[in-house]
């Protein structure tokens, strides 16, 4: 855990020296050598909590699965080719997608990445099918919302689909974004997650949740916590919404026409998109492994394009502000849990994936 927390310190001062010296050559290197690092960390992986099962619906040539993972199944078969290989390539594929879709909007793509893959690493290396999908759902809203192209849109839409089914639920953010005021959005999106909080847990108990195809599972009372565990689950998403809001604030009251800029409307609206979610996860924690924390790839471009245009020194304490919060949400993540529930759940699978990789 100290070689993670001195990774945090390590972004905090190569993401400022990208910043500082506005640099594509330098921002280029740290893009590679951070991808090296995280090749070197995710090739030899042979265990994750889904690692067998994944390999064994690859063996068995299983039709259980999302059509891309059935598809790239017979694929990679033909070609003589492994689990492992199709592993690595999921992985391979989702940093790439990732980082073309965070170099629309800055540069700084290393500083973006490595704060989700820290904080996220054991859920991302995991979930490989989610994890392929969602960039793929942010590239097909960007093409759409940013782009006006609407090829590329579908494109990407229906690899997002057939990747992960579940992606589909994201795509609500399409008419949000067009009919939503950006004055009268934040107010909307917090009555909506309330109200869709309360039809959740009525269907939670009335036992029609689990009747849902596909998404039932992830309401089975196996995938619900206690509300304890769930405001404890929570907290990484309301210490980053806060700040945001904080960021946000400050942005708009320095910024004229904040609402005409079509890259401002896009990221506050995806930022706050995930509030719809955070109160329901609070019972039912994979919606916020699903659908609140994987945008924290968005709420860190949007910290950036926020600061954009802050003299250096005003630049510098805005980051430094945003590492406590980082260094705040490892806190919650990795090592709270051993003091408040005598185990750290990403800890222990963090150390065991590290344990079991093999360069050979």
């Known amino acids: ?81 492994s689990f ?26 290393f500083y973006v990445l490595v704060i989700f893959l820290v904080l996220y690493y054991v859920p991302y290396v995991n979930q490989i099918r989610y994890y392929l999908g969602f960039p ?12 006006k192209k609407y090829l590329p849109f579908i494109l990407f839409a229906l690899l997002a689909f057939f990747c992960h089914s579940a992606i589909v639920i994201l795509y609500t953010f399409i008419p949000c974004f067009y009919f939503l005021s950006t004055k009268k959005y934040l107010k909307t999106m917090v009555t909506s997650s309330l109200v869709g909080f309360v039809l959740m847990f009525v269907l939670f108990k009335m036992g029609l949740t689990e009747t849902l195809e596909h998404f039932g599972a992830y ?36 910024t004229e026409n904040y609402e005409d800029d079509i890259i401002y409307t896009f990221l506050s609206k995806l930022t706050f998109f995930t509030i ?39 630049k510098t304490f805005k980051m430094l502000e945003f590492l406590c919060i980082h260094i705040l949400a490892f806190l919650i993540f990795y090592i709270l849990p051993k003091y408040l529930f005598k185990e750290s759940f990403y800890e222990v699978e963090f150390l065991k994936i590290i344990k079991y990789i093999k360069h050979t």
């Open 1 to 81: 855990m100290a070689a993670l927390f001195f990774i945090l310190l390590l972004h905090f001062f190569l993401g400022q020296l990208i910043e500082i010296f506005n640099s594509r050559k330098l921002a280029f290197v740290l893009w590679i050598f951070m991808m090296s690092v995280i090749l070197y960390y995710t090739i030899g992986i042979t265990y994750t909590a889904d690692y067998e099962m994944y390999e064994y619906y690859f063996d068995q040539d299983s039709e259980k699965m999302d059509a891309a993972f059935i598809y790239l199944t017979g694929l990679f078969k033909e070609y003589k080719l």
């Open 84 to 109: 492992h290989d199709l592993y690595i390539f999921h992985i391979v594929t989702s940093l790439l997608a990732y980082s073309y879709f965070i170099s629309r909007f800055t540069k700084n793509v």
């Open 136 to 147: 793929m759902f942010l590239l097909s809203i960007y093409f759409l919302l940013i782009r």
């Open 219 to 254: 309401f089975d009372k196996s995938s619900t916590s206690s509300t304890l565990g769930g405001i404890f689950n929570a907290l990484p998403y309301f210490v980053y919404i806060i700040y945001i809001l904080k960021i946000n604030k400050e942005y708009t009251q320095r």
């Open 276 to 314: 719809i979610f955070i109160p329901a996860s609070l019972f039912i924690q994979i919606l916020g492994h699903r659908y609140v924390f994987p945008f924290i790839i968005v709420w860190v471009i949007f910290f950036l394009y926020t600061i954009r245009t802050l003299p250096i020194k005003r």
